[in-house]
């Protein structure tokens, strides 16, 4: 794993430019990390003014409407106040998710998360992206560029009130910055309103073992930005976690968009990486994030195995398992049965000493019924989670869900989601059996 040194002469006559990553995931976190190294081993310089900079890199997400229209709104500020001569790359997945929203503001660079090595044609820069390596270290910015964009929120909170869409998003966003922060801070909040995880890179390093996914759900546009599954040499991978802890790092994140399907396109599987990362000796904790349930029954006597035996150095896995019923399943493209699951859950449970799966679910699927719904809660009740994550469903440009009948009002969404938050703060003061 590199980390990057600023080589630039003369810090005031270098160029400079500023990254805002307006809203998204660890794997974006990712990117904008490499997108910042990527910079710096060219000479220039990071500022956190946007407005002294030549260079004005965007970093978007859009899995959800909401996020969407937090991204346009962001996008449309910068464009707006950006320097006259500076430049603007608007990358994330927006681009590939709607990028009939971005052809109405302007004119910037767009690059999707797969066609990062499009900034050499950009920047023009003589170290080419493809030599800077992935890298979540403490980084030399703020990556969510928190300072300028809490402030500017809280500002337009106070001072230009409207009861509009855009005020709560604003507000909302503020609330989920403030969460963070806590977390950040140690102070304990209860489980079923964290994130998965908070990314404090002075105690968690980050580590890509794939790009894209197989999978082909109805609701899901990040398969569009992210394309087909790539694996990481296992080696790369390896070396990677050595090196963390060399620097004293104490827990892990493998990450993908799908972890469990690592290796299915290089003849190896994520139990071959597991297998090979536990022989490491060290004090650490591992977290899986975001296993699709398939992988979990197809791999679950493997899993059980590797787990029981490493259980110490299990922190957590996420498995968003998404709904209860059979019936929304096959409308949302998930390939597995929801008794096969539980069988797998209910042995990990049993076998594997205090393994904490966390999972997400989303609420309101397209022709979900109250029987479905029941089938989803009866799952966070029989499981009891150790995080819930839950998802209104919303629709989503060119996925077949958006194209279904049956769309559940808006009302009725929200309702279903304040019962299953109630139930699940109820199922987790009730003993266990």
């Known amino acids: 794993m590199n980390i990057v040194k600023d080589v630039s002469a003369d810090r005031n006559t270098a160029k400079k430019f500023f990254i805002c990553m307006i809203c998204g995931c660890p794997r974006r ?41 937090w991204s346009i709104y962001q996008i449309k500020y910068f464009l707006k106040h950006k320097p006259k001569n500076s430049r603007i790359v608007l990358t994330g997945c ?23 090595d499009k900034f050499d044609g950009i920047v023009k820069g003589k170290v080419r992206f493809a030599d800077i390596r992935d890298s979540y270290e403490k980084p030399g910015f703020s990556l969510l560029a928190d300072d300028y964009i809490s402030f500017y929120t809280l500002r337009n909170i106070l001072f230009h009130f409207e ?12 609330l989920r910055k403030t969460v963070k922060i806590l977390g950040a801070l140690k102070v304990k909040l209860p489980d079923h309103i964290c994130p998965d995880y908070y990314l404090d890179p002075r105690e968690m390093l980050i580590i890509r073992v794939a790009r894209g996914c197989i999978g082909a759900c109805s609701y899901c546009v990040i398969r569009f930005a992210n394309g087909r599954i790539e694996s990481k040499l296992k080696d790369e991978i390896i070396n990677e976690f050595k090196a963390g802890l060399k620097r004293g790092y104490k827990k892990f994140v493998l990450i993908a968009e799908d972890t469990g399907a690592y290796g299915i396109d290089s003849h190896s599987s994520i139990i071959e990486l597991l297998n090979e990362v536990f022989i490491i000796e060290g004090d650490y904790k591992l977290i899986l994030d975001d296993i699709h349930p398939q992988w979990l029954i197809k791999y679950c006597d493997d899993l059980v195995r590797i787990f029981s035996k490493h ?50 679910i989303i609420v309101g699927f397209p022709g979900e019924t109250e029987e479905d719904f029941e089938k989803t809660k009866e799952l966070c009740r029989e499981f009891r989670f150790f995080n819930v994550r839950i998802f209104g469903y919303t629709d989503r440009p060119n996925t077949e869900a958006s194209k279904m009948s049956g769309k559940i009002p808006q009302k009725i969404i929200n309702k279903r989601i304040k019962r299953l938050i109630e139930d699940i703060e109820a199922f987790a003061k009730e003993p266990r059996r």
């Open 29 to 69: 976190e990712l990117d904008t990390q490499r997108i910042y190294s990527y910079f710096i081993a060219n000479g220039m310089v990071f500022s956190k003014n946007y407005k002294e900079t030549d260079w004005l890199v965007l970093v978007t997400c859009a899995f959800i409407r909401e996020v969407e229209d």
């Open 94 to 116: 927006l681009p590939k998710i709607n990028p009939g929203r971005l052809k109405e503001l302007g004119e910037f660079e767009v690059l999707s998360p797969r066609e990062l």
């Open 163 to 174: 009861l509009s869409k855009t005020f709560f998003l604003k507000c909302f966003f503020w």
């Open 311 to 360: 259980h110490s150095k299990i922190d957590f896995i996420i498995s968003p398992v998404q709904a209860g019923s059979d019936r929304v399943l096959r409308l949302m493209r998930r390939p597995y049965k929801i008794d096969s699951l539980k069988d797998c859950l209910k042995r990990l449970q049993a076998e594997v000493s205090n393994l904490k799966i966390k999972t997400h």
